[in-house]
């Protein structure tokens, strides 16, 4: 199947848009660039303002300001129906009195398509569901109806297709194998999609590019491995996978790396690693990235950072061990060890936790934390 | 309720006792029928078949006592002479009927999609006139429609009055039917309306329908329990009324209500009365019936 009528796939722009309820701003001063045929995911917490992005993109809700461009085109001011976008609603929405056949047959009709049996087909087909068509909505399960959700937007070949979390009302089992569908479905048609979640493991497996939503605002948009490896705010480090932090001040630099005291260690990192090149700063790294040896090894790479503390707690889980360890100025670190040995500490047991400069990251202290 | 019953005790519990819990339900359930059953036997069922007898019996030579017998022929005879009053009834209801769908879609839809915290208020107005007495308010709608009154100057200044008044004419009658059965149209409209998930209705503009398409493809489907439910609470009754024919109309507007009161307490032609109430339910039943099959097979796409 390719995109053959309806609109060409586009770039979509979403340039200074904010929208406020009241005093509330739900989104604040929104710009981003949505590349032609990607996989996006708007990852972000419960009421970030995911939906009302959406909405606006979709022209069911009006922005306070900025403008919505695809392609060349403004659309701003376009009412909804004319707008070469559609939406798989987050509860699905399909129509309880119309047949799937008519449900996705919709959009098609109401564009005046004479003959819609044969792309109707092809896309109940592409979604699995032949053998549906002449159910209604209610008789279905609800990866089902998800499913004709989704094939009843992309049946109108939109020059963007907007996704609801659409996989948040499934469990756990759908969902992933939703996903996998999904995908398949995005790599067969080619058109944008913009996935909106709040999960971020479903963000990262599913998108080529994903942006970090917090409060109305992007912290940081790229594909999900530059994100994790090197994320630029505290949010962003804890939101998306787990990090651990510090909080210290630059001392110094050495060649082209940073020198941070912290609580009376030093740690370096690159400093094109680091959003501060001078100050209070946070470092980072995240728990994969830790090897945990006893106290008295000497093992550790000369050029590694290292602090020490106490295992609080081991947990066993086959391919890894998950260890807190209590560092000497009472945070507690998590560190992901594969069990490569046999050999796992204990608590109580005093350890040096040690890893690469190169794994460490340095990111503003957030206000107020 | 005997399917809740494998829920409620589990398999191993054995079967005996199970098994008599739900005969005890069941029973508990008869017995609260009983009330209910009563009540449609003394109520409605003793005097539908006693109508039905009264329908039959033949006249004696005493006037206004009459003797059992089986006289289908009072069913024609009543017919014969007052199909015009069974016409005018379901003439008068119909357009009523349409009159009230066409004003009470509108306020219903505003209600349910549009009235926000006014909500509980309107639908209080709604119902608000039930708190005055069926008969005063049809009383009232003379001194509305009267001779000398605004409305009816208004009219004759423009010359649309073919009898240069509009109390004591068909449309005085018609327009208190619409009038007092209103809020039966209005309640059920608004709760189909009020059902119907908004969500819908912005999928629909998502998928290219103008509001207009939107309206006709989601909204009117899925509004149409409550639009039947409302033209049948709303024809059924109008059908039935004589007050607003008694106190809107003249003599010559009279409808079957009018046609079966008159028999029974001015002639006391009482199988004449019991005739005319049998054809009246008939043709009702009928109506209903052919209504309700039409609308549920309708196709609405
Ligand atoms: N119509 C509205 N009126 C007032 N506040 C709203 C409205 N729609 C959304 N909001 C608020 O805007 C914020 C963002 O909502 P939403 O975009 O739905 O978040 P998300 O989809 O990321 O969970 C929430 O705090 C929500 O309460
Ligand atoms: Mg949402």
């Given at each position: 199947m390719t995109v053959a009528q309806g609109s060409e796939v586009q770039d979509l722009n979403l340039v200074d848009l904010v929208k406020s309820f009241g005093d509330f701003v739900?989104?604040?001063?929104l710009t981003l660039t949505i590349p032609a045929g990607s996989f996006f995911a708007l990852l972000g917490?419960?009421?970030?303002g995911k939906t009302t992005t959406l909405r606006m993109v979709a022209g069911l809700e009006e922005p306070t300001s900025g403008r919505i461009m695809l392609g060349t085109q403004d659309?701003?001011?376009?009412k909804p129906y004319k707008r070469q976008v559609n939406t798989v609603f987050q509860s699905y929405a399909?129509?309880?009195?119309?047949d799937i056949f008519e449900n996705v047959a919709f959009g098609l009709r109401r564009r005046g398509v004479k003959n819609v049996d044969a792309q109707v087909n092809d896309m109940l087909e592409l979604v699995e569901l032949g053998p549906m068509a002449?159910?209604?909505?209610?008789?279905?399960?609800g990866g089902q109806q998800q499913r004709v959700a989704v094939a009843r937007a992309l049946i109108n070949h939109p020059g963007v297709l907007l996704l609801d979390e659409?996989?948040?009302?499934?469990?756990l089992k759908l969902r992933r194998q939703m996903q996998i569908e999904l995908k398949r479905i995005q790599d067969e048609v080619g058109t944008t999609f913009v996935h909106v979640t709040h999960d971020q493991e479903e963000a990262m497996t599913m998108a080529d590019t994903v942006a970090v939503m917090n409060k109305g605002r992007i912290e940081q948009m790229g594909p999900p491995v530059d994100i994790y490896d090197l994320p630029r705010t505290a949010f962003v480090a804890n939101f998306l996978g787990q990090s651990n932090l510090a909080q210290g001040s630059v001392s110094g630099t050495s060649g082209d790396n940073l020198v941070v005291s912290s609580s009376g260690a030093s740690f370096t990192l690159?400093?094109?690693?680091?959003?501060?090149?001078?100050?209070d700063l946070l470092i980072g790294v995240r728990p994969e990235k830790l090897a945990i040896d006893a106290?008295?090894?000497?093992?550790?790479?000369?050029?590694h950072n290292r602090l020490s503390g106490k295992v609080t707690d081991a947990s066993f889980t086959g391919v890894s061990t998950q260890y807190l360890v209590m560092t000497t100025w009472g945070d507690e670190w998590i560190i992901f060890e594969q069990?490569?040995?046999?050999?796992l500490h204990q608590l109580g047991d005093e350890v040096v936790i040690h890893w690469a400069p190169e794994h460490t990251f340095g990111l503003e202290i957030p206000a107020g934390g | 309720m005997p399917s809740l019953a494998p829920t409620l005790s589990s398999?191993?519990?054995?079967?005996p006792p199970a098994a008599s819990g739900v005969r005890r339900r069941t029973r508990t359930a008869y017995l609260l029928l009983i009330p209910g059953l009563l009540w449609l036997g003394i109520f409605f069922v003793i005097p539908l078949v006693s109508l039905f007898f009264t329908s039959l019996q033949a006249p004696t030579d005493k006037a206004g006592v009459y003797q059992p017998a089986l006289q289908v022929s009072n069913y024609l005879v009543a017919l014969q002479e007052y199909w015009p009053q069974f016409i005018r009834s379901f003439v008068y209801a119909g357009i009523a009927t349409v009159l009230a769908l066409v004003i009470a879609y509108p306020l219903a839809y505003f209600i349910a999609f549009?009235?926000?915290?006014?909500k509980a208020l309107m639908l209080v107005l709604v119902v608000?006139?039930?708190?005055?007495?069926f008969l005063l308010r049809t009383y009232a709608w003379r001194t509305i429609l009267s001779d000398e009154g605004a409305i009816t100057t208004f009219f004759n200044a423009l010359h649309l009055l073919p009898q240069g008044r509009?109390?004591?004419?068909p449309i005085a009658v018609v327009l208190g039917l619409t009038y007092n059965f209103l809020p039966f149209m209005i309640l059920p409209l608004f709760a189909a309306l009020d059902k119907i998930d908004p969500r819908l209705i912005e999928a629909s503009k998502d998928l290219y329908a103008k509001p207009s398409t939107a309206f006709r493809k989601v909204i009117w489907p899925l509004s149409l329990p409550g639009v039947v439910a409302g033209t049948l609470l709303t024809f059924i009754p109008a059908a039935g009324d004589y007050i607003n024919a008694t106190l809107?109309?003249?003599?010559?507007?009279?409808m079957v209500g009018n046609a079966i009161q008159t028999n029974f307490?001015?002639?006391?032609d009482y199988p004449t009365a019991s005739a005319l109430s049998f054809i009246l339910m008939a043709i009702i039943l009928t109506l209903v019936f052919v209504y309700i099959r039409r609308a549920g097979t309708e196709d609405l796409v």
């Open positions: 739900a989104v604040d001063d917490p419960s009421g970030c659309i701003t001011d376009e399909l129509f309880p009195h119309l002449r159910r209604k909505p209610a008789q279905l399960s659409p996989l948040g009302a499934l469990d690159p400093s094109e690693r680091s959003v501060r090149q001078d100050g106290a008295d090894a000497d093992t550790v790479p000369d050029r069990n490569r040995s046999a050999d | 398999p191993s519990a054995g079967a549009r009235a926000g915290k006014w608000a006139p039930f708190f005055a007495s509009i109390l004591n004419t809107l109309g003249a003599p010559g507007d009279r307490l001015q002639f006391r």
